[in-house]
């Protein structure tokens, strides 16, 4: 007697979400940024400082990959007036898309960023009596006013900014070539886990400044891990990076368990559903390079996102993505520049969201979490996320603009995609 053949499950039908925010982005996969987390953090951040104390929003690595055109719009329209980025051409973008507020230039700044700096009026940061003298004398056109600098101390991390005992000349010399000083600066080198070290920078750093203080001008030197440590938070600046959009400075439990203590909240979640979802048989072989070959029968699903995206080709074969019941998914096959397939359940569709990455600090597929299984930091995961991805930025349950596009404006009254995710369950 023949055995039946058993039906496959009936598919689970997708959250109301999914074709109001797919649509929207326009693609199969978009990132979903948590205006409200980002807002919340910068509350958080700065409540464990002075209360004078200002915050320099950095936004380079186009915001460290959560978008710093739209990022730094919504941040302004909040009081947040501000910004750092890492070269003039950062601060361009910003500029032309109508962005306000202060916008400086970290770095070693050069002559070739001259002219985009005094056109669209940015804040250089300046380490030498060259680049100062090349600044004051370039020939702008008389109505551009000579936006003030910030000069950077090297207090002992040896990449960038002057020498102590270099400073005098340079205060000086703003000081004859009529260029007003916005602020002096210095930046820690460990300052996550080297409590000695750090604050032996900071003591080099406060006595090169100590005779200008009376003058008025600004100081600052608190990167994301010193503001958690509560380091130099009683200056007139933070200038929050990492933590400003949730995420921890290295990708260790240990460290993400501090962060979420604290009190902050990673803002980005990476959201996919599969281009094609196929059925094979034991035998067949997955992706470029036949590295993964079927033992038994099994749903394979294509996501039409790969690593010029930012889905690093490390994860091939590693990464894990989760359904919305929070159950484990695992990439099998090579991660290709458009493509990964994936294992997934029997009952899945072409309709069936999933995370990529998940808005917490405990999930393998976290920005945290896949930071450690390639052996990188937060940092270049949430910066190698391409400016191919569709962005869209959500307040309360209002989606209030996707790509920086405003008139793109939908509500989802159902459940959001970054709500707490479940507790997560390894498909067997």
């Not at 996969?29 to 910068?42: G, K, M, S, V």
Request: contains cysteine; proline residues 6%; neutral net charge.
């Amino acid at each position: 007697m023949n055995k039946r053949k058993q039906a496959p499950p009936a598919p689970k039908p997708a959250p109301a979400w999914a074709a109001v925010e797919f649509n929207l982005a326009g693609r199969s996969t978009f990132l979903r940024i948590d205006l409200d987390a980002i807002l919340h953090n910068i509350k958080t951040l700065r409540s464990r400082c002075a209360s004078h104390t200002d915050v320099i929003a950095v936004i380079k690595g186009n915001a460290y990959g959560h978008g710093s055109v739209a990022l730094a719009r919504y941040l302004y329209s909040n009081g947040v007036q501000h910004f750092a980025v890492a070269s003039a051409v950062e601060g361009q973008e910003l500029r032309q898309a109508g962005v306000q507020g202060f916008i400086q230039v970290f770095g070693n700044c050069v002559e070739e960023e001259i002219a985009v700096m005094r056109q669209y009026q940015m804040t250089p940061t300046v380490t030498s009596e060259a680049f100062l003298k090349q600044w004051a004398l370039w020939p702008a056109p008389v109505q551009i006013p000579l936006p003030a600098v910030a000069i950077k101390v090297d207090s002992g991390m040896s990449r960038n900014g002057c020498q102590s005992e270099e400073l005098p000349g340079i205060i000086k010399l703003c000081d004859d070539l009529g260029v007003p000083i916005h602020s002096l600066m210095s930046h820690f080198a460990q300052s996550w886990d080297d409590d000695k070290f750090t604050q032996q920078q900071l003591d080099t750093f406060l006595a090169a400044v100590k005779p200008y203080r009376n003058r008025g001008i600004k100081l600052h030197a608190a990167n994301s891990a010193a503001i958690i440590r509560g380091v130099a938070t009683d200056l007139d600046f933070i200038r929050p990076g990492i933590c400003l959009y949730g995420l921890a400075p290295d990708s260790t439990k240990k460290t993400a368990q501090i962060i979420e203590d604290f009190g902050l909240r990673p803002a980005l979640c990476w959201v996919a559903h599969p281009s094609m979802v196929k059925r094979l048989l034991p035998g067949r072989h997955v992706g470029y390079d036949q590295t993964y070959v079927l033992d038994n029968e099994e749903t394979i699903a294509t996501f039409s996102l790969g690593y010029a995206d930012g889905y690093n080709r490390l994860l091939s074969g590693k990464g894990i993505l989760t359904d919305m019941d929070g159950e484990e998914q695992r990439l099998v096959g090579r991660v290709s520049m458009d493509a990964i397939t994936v294992v997934v359940k029997d009952d899945t569709t072409i309709e069936t969201p999933f995370y990529i990455y998940t808005s917490d600090y405990t999930s393998p597929n976290s920005v945290t979490g896949m930071a450690r299984t390639i052996g990188t930091i937060p940092y270049e995961v949430g910066t190698s996320l391409s400016t191919r991805l569709p962005r869209l930025y959500v307040t309360g349950n209002t989606v209030f603009t996707v790509d920086g596009r405003e008139a793109a404006v939908a509500v989802t009254n159902n459940k959001p995609v970054d709500e707490e995710i479940p507790s997560k369950k390894v498909k067997s």
